[in-house]
């Protein structure tokens, strides 16, 4: 069992940065790839990043892609998103995800869900 909770979301002016944060709890969280998703308002949920099991590995959206970074901590069970040179279009809730030596694009593949955090980037 994983358990995810995320952090870190919040207001931000275009052009600004924000860093999530996805601490897991679960002693084999070790071996999960994660992703991170997002939901827009109106939109459909959509792959962001994603970080391999031992953090070697990462894949992101094209539209993230330059702006954004995926790290793990493994000693500290958390996984991060840095956000850089945000934009209106990237307001949304951000899920970070789980799933067992998994760790790309597909939401079907991923097990465990935490509760969203809310990033609002004005213009």
């Known amino acids: 069992q994983v358990h995810l909770v995320e952090s870190g979301g919040g207001l931000v002016q275009a052009g600004g940065s924000l860093r999530l944060s996805c601490a897991a709890s679960g002693r084999t969280f070790s071996t999960y790839g994660v992703g991170w998703f997002r939901r827009g308002p109106g939109k459909e949920r959509e792959f962001v990043a994603a970080i391999s099991w031992n953090g070697i590995s990462t894949a992101y959206a094209d539209s993230v892609k330059g702006r954004f970074t995926t790290s793990r901590e493994i000693a500290k069970n958390t996984v991060y998103l840095q956000m850089n040179s945000l934009k209106p279009e990237d307001t949304a809730v951000y899920y970070c995800?789980?799933?067992?030596?998994?760790?790309?694009?597909?939401?079907?593949?991923?097990?465990?869900w935490g509760q969203g955090t809310q990033v609002t980037v004005s213009s």
């Open positions: 995800a789980a799933a067992l030596l998994y760790s790309d694009y597909d939401p079907r593949k991923y097990n465990y």
